[in-house]
């Protein structure tokens, strides 16, 4: 060592956040929040999108300027105006959004992210330096591998790297596992838990997966709308306490019980090749057929074809090679062929996929049928009071929480958009329902109301292909169950007979 | 007419000839424009920096009686159009493209204004350097009469390929054009990097305006520039943002736009206003080559507002 250099603290600190009030003009995102994470824990977050998670982390690492309340780093107060004054005292933060650059190489990000990176680089030196790094590191990762080439866990594991490369010792994960299947997650998170107990890491993990804050987390601390509903000892609390405690007295959609026969194919893929943006092959021939009266999920993580699968049955996206058709019909995803099967899509991010931002609520409620009576007479004249009738109906009936029908569908909140696609899509009769993530970043509300709406279609007779990232999801609502790895289906199970282990091998590619 | 002694030999010689000194405004516009794309954003305004570069290089060269002042001069005024593009842009909910084509039109009508006086002086021009001087023949004279600024512009393409690989700043630059979250998450002003690079951008094609007016074609006119700063920005996309390429495009587009005069001077007049097209002719033919429907381009950094 260098005489005279002080050498870097080591261990991991604590973090406590007093009476944290946050205001957006005149939104109360945050109101009077405590958060207490002791040195050497592993702390959950939890609460529902929109609860306040990510606008107290994010005042603890300095983005947001909480409008009232301090911050204790170690025990003493400080001041963190930006980023770069939390990761000076050791904070670091692994977004739920990747942060690394997808065009440059594992090495290059992780030299990238550093404070003090040299005016010229010198990158042999540098490699000698990341080899001798990662060999103490529990996980491995390519150092020449662009990163838009490795896996969504891959890229996980080299957020997490990043942030240990730069010696923090606290960290801040938000829904780290959210990409990764329950294999990688356990790995992950296992890993992580292991530097927890031997003292190099404090640990504060936003999230919503009950199943990891049991298995890995020593405390808890739960939002509910922006204040305080509870935080406790994870082994004194059961998932169903937790749950209540989140979503409060708030009334949740029954779902249907399972109801009705499994009818004719209604769906066939067969042997369907998608390209990729990148003009890489997206989806290889995958053949299914989805029957009447049952739901099958595809399960994988994402980017491994699910997006492309759907942009084709959509219309975003043409097929490459292969044929869909629907009740041996070949369909090509027009809009008359789409009236004519009874076909409804729930795309994921509804905002960009099915809906015109900038238009009313009303308009957009009114897409599939706004040329027909009752909206338009002749095809061309449209009936405006129609339209209003319409859409007040569709309000009330889904529980949209909108100003006014002619309010622009941008200025709703995720839950109400996807419950105006909702109302549009399973509004009328169904007889094919393609859904993709439609849960993604919803609030359990939303969820319960979202499922309840595709098991009655399901019970109604539709054929419905469920594509999600989350298998919780699918395992409750699939009756069967597809694995999607690198464009192929190559696995297939009775939702009621999987094993999560074996579908998380899959998942992996195993 | 031709030496009778070289015969069509004068048509590829032309053309190199012409490749050498016509490329050079591509040359600088293209690598000023690689560095700001790579940084995420697009200034369309450089056809306006490279005839304000021109101007004022001529009028710096006049006043002063030293070229390499003008080429100063050209350089000063590209980056401060850049600092203004930049400075725009840096507005919530502005279009870099729109901003672009407002700064293009002002650039060229700023310099049409200024340098009304400037049209009847004569003023002092770059020096060439002679690599010719083995031939008898004057034809190879001509085409090997080359400048230092296309020396500089050669010399700059490696260096750039060099420093976006290596250095601190070609990381950011490249970071805040492929992913401003993540310049953010580290902590960087992605605005600040981008007012850099569009200055840095902006003195290159000042540069290569300087070019035009202190060498080849030599004076200042109105009619100097005929889009080689629009040109130059298509061949940054045709080049797929690599600096080395951009290199070999600039040097195809030269040949290109020499291509009619060299004709002309063999005797070929028929297609002269056809074969005077042949670099936009190119640019339309790359873009259709290049471009497809179903994908995106490869290489484009995701942070520009064509590719986002």
Redesign the interface.
């Known amino acids: 060592m260098i005489i005279g250099e002080t050498p870097t603290p080591t261990g991991a600190f604590g973090a406590d956040a007093i009476a944290m009030t946050m205001r957006f003009g005149d939104f109360l995102a945050l109101d009077n929040v405590e958060l207490k994470v002791r040195p050497g824990s592993f702390h959950a977050l939890l609460g529902e999108n929109g609860a306040g998670k990510s606008t107290l982390v994010k005042c603890i690492m300095g983005y947001y300027h909480a409008t009232e309340g301090d911050i204790l780093i170690g025990g003493r107060e400080q001041k963190i105006s930006n980023p770069k004054d939390a990761h000076a005292l050791g904070l670091g933060m692994v977004y739920q959004h990747f942060t690394l650059v997808p065009a440059m190489t594992v090495a290059e990000n992780l030299v990238l992210a550093r404070d003090d990176v040299p005016a010229v680089v010198d990158w042999g030196k540098e490699k000698k330096e990341l080899e001798a790094f990662l060999a103490q590191m529990p996980f491995k990762v390519s150092l020449d591998a662009k990163v838009s080439d490795i896996s969504a866990g891959e890229r996980q594991k080299c957020e997490i790297l990043k942030q240990l490369y730069l010696k923090r010792r606290f960290l801040i994960l938000d829904e780290p596992t959210s990409v990764l299947t329950p294999g990688e997650a356990d790995e992950v998170l296992g890993m992580l838990r292991a530097m927890v107990v031997s003292g190099e890491l404090t640990i504060l993990m936003i999230t919503h997966k009950f199943r990891e804050v049991m298995a890995f987390a020593d405390e808890v601390t739960i939002l509910r709308r922006g204040k305080l509903a509870g935080q406790g000892r994870v082994a004194d609390l059961t998932p169903d306490d937790m749950a209540r405690t989140m979503i409060g007295a708030e009334q949740l959609t029954v779902q249907p019980p399972r109801a009705g026969e499994v009818g004719e194919a209604r769906l066939e893929l067969d042997k369907l090749t998608a390209l990729d943006d990148a003009g890489a092959v997206a989806v290889r021939n995958v053949s299914l057929t989805v029957r009447g009266g049952e739901i099958v999920g595809i399960a994988g993580v994402s980017g491994n074809g699910q997006r492309q699968l759907v942009e084709v049955l959509a219309g975003q996206r043409e097929a490459e090679g292969g044929e869909i058709r629907i009740r041996g019909e070949r369909y090509s995803a027009t809009r008359e062929e789409m009236r004519r099967h009874k076909m409804s899509l729930l795309p994921e991010e509804p905002l960009r996929n099915a809906c015109v931002g900038g238009m009313s609520v009303a308009d957009n409620i009114a897409f599939r049928d706004f040329d027909r009576a009752p909206f338009a007479k002749g095809g061309w004249w449209l009936n405006g009071a129609a339209f209003r009738k319409n859409a007040e109906r569709k309000i009330s009936r889904y529980k949209i929480k909108t100003r006014t029908p002619d309010t622009p569908i941008a200025s709703l909140s995720g839950g109400n958009v996807q419950r105006v696609v909702l109302a549009r899509e399973l509004g009328g009769e169904v007889e094919l329902l393609i859904a993709a993530n439609p849960c993604f970043g919803l609030d359990f509300a939303a969820v319960a109301q979202i499922h309840a709406e595709i098991m009655a279609a399901r019970n109604r007779g539709a054929a419905v292909l469920l594509v999600s990232e989350d298998l919780d999801e699918l395992l409750e609502l699939s009756d069967r169950l597809v694995v999607m790895f690198h464009g192929e289906f190559v696995h297939e199970a009775r939702a009621s007979e999987a094993d999560l282990t074996e579908i998380g091998r899959h998942m992996a590619g195993h | 007419m031709a030496d009778a002694s070289i015969g069509l030999w004068t048509v590829p010689l032309a053309v190199l000839g012409g490749a050498i000194r016509v490329s050079t405004p591509f040359l600088f516009v293209s690598l000023g424009e690689c560095i700001t794309e790579r940084s995420g954003r697009i200034n369309l305004g450089l056809e306006g920096t490279l005839v304000m570069g021109a101007m004022s290089a001529y009028g710096i060269s006049y006043l002063t009686g030293s070229p390499w002042l003008g080429v100063l001069a050209a350089g000063v005024t590209g980056s401060l159009l850049g600092a203004l593009h930049a400075g725009i842009c840096s507005l919530p909910r502005v279009n870099d493209i729109a901003v672009g084509i407002a700064l293009m039109l002002f650039g060229i009508g700023l310099a049409f204004f200024l340098g009304k006086p400037l049209i009847e002086p004569t003023a002092p021009r770059l020096p060439a350097i002679d690599f010719g001087w083995w031939s008898d023949i004057p034809q190879v004279r001509a085409a090997l009469r080359i400048n230092v600024l296309f020396l500089i512009g050669v010399a700059i393409a490696p260096i750039l390929y060099w420093a976006f690989k290596?250095?601190?700043?070609g990381?950011?630059i490249?970071?805040a054009g492929?992913?401003s979250?993540?310049a953010r998450?580290?902590?960087h002003s992605v605005l600040l990097i981008r007012l850099r690079a569009t200055m840095v951008g902006g003195f290159l094609a000042g540069i290569g305006g300087s070019f035009l007016s202190l060498f080849y074609p030599g004076s200042w006119n109105e009619g100097l520039s005929s889009g080689q700063g629009i040109t130059a920005v298509a061949l940054v996309i045709f080049a797929r943002w690599d600096p080395l390429l951009c290199l070999w495009a600039s040097l195809a587009f030269g040949g290109a736009a020499a291509l009619g005069p060299a004709l002309q001077s063999v005797g070929v007049t028929s297609g002269y206003h056809l074969f005077n097209a042949a670099p936009y002719i190119l640019t339309l033919a790359i873009m259709i080559i290049t471009c497809?429907p179903?994908?995106?381009l490869?290489g484009a950094?995701?942070e520009l507002s064509i590719t986002r």
């Open positions: 290596t250095t601190r700043w990381l950011l490249r970071t492929e992913s979250d993540a998450a580290m902590g497809s179903k994908r995106t490869t950094p995701a």
